[in-house]
């Protein structure tokens, strides 16, 4: 089992930055390839940048060029730095963990932490 714990979420303007954080632990916690998706009320699921088990990353058309994905391997934390947010990137976001990554398909998940951009 793999526990994840998500932090940095917060609210902002349109055009602000925030950095989420995701500590990952448990039984083989290190081994699985990680990532983020979001659900805002009434709105499917998204995915919205994984970090593959191969080093590559895979990024949301609606994020690419504004959200950066990145690993601390050392403490085997996630993040998702958000840049020039929007107000449509409100939403809850999930640290997911292991399963399908490429498809933001994950065996785990944390709480979420609420990210809210006004206008």
């Known amino acids: 089992q793999v526990q994840l714990v998500e932090s940095g979420g917060g609210s902002v303007q349109a055009g602000g930055s925030l950095r989420l954080s995701c500590a990952a632990s448990?039984?083989?916690?290190?081994?699985?390839?990680m990532g983020w998706f979001r659900q805002a009320p009434g709105k499917e699921r998204e995915g919205v940048a994984s970090l593959l088990s191969d080093g590559n990353t895979l990024y949301a058309a609606s994020v690419k060029g504004r959200f950066t994905i990145s690993k601390d391997y050392a403490t085997n934390t996630l993040y998702l730095q958000m840049n020039s947010l929007k107000p449509e990137d409100t939403a809850m976001y999930y640290c997911?963990?292991?399963?399908?990554?490429?498809?933001?398909?994950?065996?785990?998940r944390g709480q979420g932490t609420q990210v809210t951009v006004s206008s």
């Open positions: 448990g039984y083989r916690a290190s081994s699985y390839c």
């Open positions: 997911g963990s292991g399963g399908y990554c490429s498809v933001y398909e994950y065996y785990f």
